[in-house]
DNA sequence: TGTTTGAATATTGTCTACAATCTACCATAA
DNA sequence: TTATGGTAGATTGTAGACAATATTCAAACA
């Protein structure tokens, strides 16, 4: 491994190696087993069972489990184990509101914005959803709206705030992953989606605060409610 | 134990025995020991030292490290250990804006109060204010401050809001806690901070959503930043 | 038939021990 | 003097084992 010294004398920028420990793969395999929908809420995680499954001890993944618990997708209770986190209206209602709140902020800190890398960011994440709608790839868009709402709300340089919105995204996208039979309906088409997007970006590059505010107020929330309708799931809405 | 059903025999509400985990005893543990300046930010917290100090084995400890970290107060790095969360002047300020808008956004929705046990708890708190105050108690008057603004934090009914606002004020009471020296200076007396506390609750409950919000805009931010002279520390807000 | 008790099984909580990695220090070579 | 290599000690990461607790089921009792 290169030391910082030998970087200095190769004039290249340091390139940090970091193998990711058992514990972030293990919560990385959870978390993707959920949003994937093969672990649903209330589904029961049995750390014997995670532990066979993934060949890992338990210690590490008891550490997993307090991660995914931290992030809103894994209730614990002492001394009787993990389930997928339940998904109830109130549920719901606390997560859009709560993704209201860090959006706001994140316009009301990052907006006019301050370093242009971070709307290049924006930028590339737009990018990366046109491309994706373009070849009809939903799961691609997904992934992509999911990187361009982190980059907005990266806007305001505050960390904290990213934190927060990650792991309130994950809870949203455990939302839309219980979408199956509304997800066949499609709202709009993944161009629109992308126009939609774009739109927000116009907004934000305008450096008009209010405008862009007024946008993330109709952005989801407003149609996102009227569909509300005594379900315990989430509509879909891909961005 | 008695079961539900044994309780319901008896005629009593249920009084369920919650033993602490070894790994809930251990984060209280070292959170007191952060926000009492026992240790203080930049200090290492050596796995080994901290299970021969509280005579427990290692794996409960990461995991109680881990708690600590998503609370804010602990920052680990893979492979090279824990340390109590720096405080830089771009801390604070994400401390302050978050605290914010968790704050605002509980009055938005929690404002009317729709639930009168909720607006009691508020009441209490502020009355274990005035009774810390009136025996000249900063210490009580501290936690009961911070009780005051969990519970008018709890008036909207939303758990996500709660459990990530209470997260932040232990982050919030770390920069108190370093203000030893602006500590000795008393901004307000303890009877003023009360009844400044006093004006809060009495808008809530006049149910004037915009007096409330005005109020929580002057309650402590303003002055705040005014006091924010390059110090990487935090002045002395009791509430 | 419904309730209680006890035993077996499943699972969680924590401990001990080993492996891997990091840091500090010293000796040697350029 | 600076850079490199090696070693020892400190510390972190994880595996495996034991203890404690919860759940389930069957038998006994009222």
């Known amino acids: 491994m290169a030391t910082s010294a030998g970087a200095a004398a190769l004039d290249l920028p340091p390139r940090p190696i970091d193998p990711p420990s058992v514990v972030q ?24 069972r995670l532990t066979a499954l993934f060949g890992i001890s338990r210690p590490p993944l008891r550490e997993a489990l307090r991660l995914l618990q931290h992030e809103g997708l894994v209730v614990r209770a ?18 859009v509101t709560l993704r209201h709140a860090y959006e706001r902020l994140a316009i009301e800190l990052g907006v006019p914005v301050l370093d242009p890398s971070r709307l ?4 590339e994440a737009l990018q990366s959803m046109a491309d994706a709608a373009h070849r009809d790839d939903r799961a691609a868009l997904v992934e992509a709206s999911f990187s361009f709402h982190l980059a907005v709300v990266a806007l305001a340089g505050h960390r904290r705030l990213e934190e927060a919105y990650r792991s309130l995204y994950f809870q949203m996208r455990l939302c839309m992953a219980l979408n199956t039979s509304i997800r066949t309906e499609r709202y709009e088409t993944l161009q629109d989606n992308v126009e939609r997007h774009r ?21 989801g929330d407003t149609t996102f409610l009227a569909q509300v309708q005594g379900q315990t799931t989430c509509p879909g809405k891909v961005g």
């Open 25 to 48: 793969l293990a919560a990385d395999a959870i978390r993707s087993m959920i949003l994937a929908g093969e672990l649903r809420p209330g589904d029961r995680l049995v750390e014997e």
């Open 120 to 123: 290049e960011r924006c930028r």
């Open 199 to 219: 739109r927000l970006l116009e907004l934000i590059e305008r450096a008009d605060q209010e405008a862009v505010l007024a946008e993330l107020q109709s952005h």
């Open 78 to 95: 002492a001394r009787r184990g993990a389930m997928v986190a339940p998904l109830s209206e109130q549920d719901v209602h606390e997560i």
